[in-house]
């Protein structure tokens, strides 16, 4: 007997990196081993010295092709065993296990767009859709479209094992929103990647695409973001550390340094209207949606919380986020 291992990576597309992945048929209850592509054809290596080698770091039951089938989340080395320049994940091991007694954990929210040929979903054939207003959290065949998708999508997720929190219709038609978290900055991360993959995944089978674009529709059309929401012990257990991590994401270089990393486009999406603050004004504020970073009404309440940070693009790379939030926030919060 045998099991179908679906090897995921991430690979070396410019400037926003795309999923890749290849089955392998291992004997039954065989782990995972090394594997290896062809970098060539992924941006991630030059023909001559194409072969490039996929470590696996983390792996679920594969919901789509179900029983023992697995899907197996890879990091990506070279032939001489260092990480290769694509992989961030990598980047994150060592500030996780540094500030791991912190406790840091994250919540991001993946908005993204579907897209039926050239236009997303539900605009109609050579015009616009009815202005922004009743979508969000919308029901009804005029104002939704791609549930079925989404609740296959979500069904997918939790059958993986996924710890998805929640999902919500966007702003814009065919937009929607995934939740993963709260998890620690590598579980967030790994899952938010396979849960991406299994969005494309399960929207192909409806002959639909998805898109992490943070500004699929020119105009009057909200972005698509991805907020992140972080806390560490000491911020759910007092508010003074929760005010700490605000403050230091302002500091000197630090905005510049965050929104760099934030996804490509995030000057185009970070505009100022549209429920964002302007990318080159940090700011942060309670119940503050047009504030750079916003404290929950609750979290004010409580005394006690996480923040929101709302600058990432929906087409961040969760590895390079949470580290920067990690090593910011938690460096801050330990002196
Ligand atoms: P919004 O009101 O901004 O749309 P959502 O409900 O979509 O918020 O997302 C909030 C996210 O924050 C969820 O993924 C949730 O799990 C996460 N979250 C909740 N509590 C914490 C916490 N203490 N630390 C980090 N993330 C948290
Ligand atoms: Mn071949
Ligand atoms: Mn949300
Ligand atoms: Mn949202
Ligand atoms: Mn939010």
Not at 83 to 102: D, F, G, I, M
Not at 207 to 215: E, F, N, W
Not at 263 to 271: D, H, K, Y
Request: glycine fraction near 10%.
């Amino acid at each position: 007997m045998s099991y179908k291992a679906e090897y995921i990576w991430i690979d070396g597309t410019e400037p926003t990196a795309k999923l890749r992945s290849k089955t392998k048929i291992l004997a039954d209850g065989a782990e995972p081993p090394v594997w290896g592509f062809d970098g060539s054809s992924t941006g991630q290596a030059e023909g001559h010295a194409s072969d490039l080698v996929l470590k696996p770091v983390a792996s679920y039951p594969d919901p789509l092709r179900g029983g023992a089938h697995r899907l197996v989340l890879c990091e990506v080395f070279t032939t001489d065993d260092r990480p290769h320049a694509s992989n961030t994940r990598a980047l994150l091991r060592p500030p996780a296990e540094k500030y791991a007694a912190q406790e840091p954990v994250f919540g991001i929210e993946q908005e993204y767009t579907f897209f039926d040929g050239a236009r997303p979903l539900g605009f109609p054939e050579g015009g616009f859709p009815a202005p922004q207003g009743g979508y969000y959290c919308g029901v009804g065949a005029d104002e939704i479209f791609g549930r079925e998708i989404v609740e296959r999508h979500l069904d997918n997720c939790l059958a993986a094992g996924l710890g998805i929190s929640g999902i919500n219709a966007e702003v814009m038609p065919g937009q929607w929103e995934f939740q993963v978290g709260p998890l620690a900055p590598l579980e967030v991360s790994d899952q938010l990647w396979v849960a991406r993959w299994l969005l494309y995944r399960t929207a192909e089978e409806h002959g639909v695409s998805a898109t992490l674009d943070p500004k699929p529709a020119k105009g009057d059309w909200n972005g698509a973001g991805a907020h992140t929401n972080f806390s560490t012990r000491a911020m759910r257990e007092g508010y003074d550390a929760i005010v700490a991590a605000c403050e230091a994401l302002g500091k000197g270089d630090k905005p510049a340094e965050h929104i760099r990393r934030y996804g490509a486009g995030v000057e185009a999406r970070l505009t100022g209207a549209h429920e964002t603050a302007p990318w080159n004004e940090y700011s942060y504020g309670v119940s503050d949606r047009g504030a750079s970073v916003r404290i929950p009404w609750q979290v004010e309440v409580d005394k006690k919380g996480y923040i929101e940070d709302r600058r990432p693009n929906a087409n961040i790379d969760p590895y390079v986020v949470t580290r920067l939030l990690v090593e910011t926030c938690c460096a801050e919060l330990e002196a």
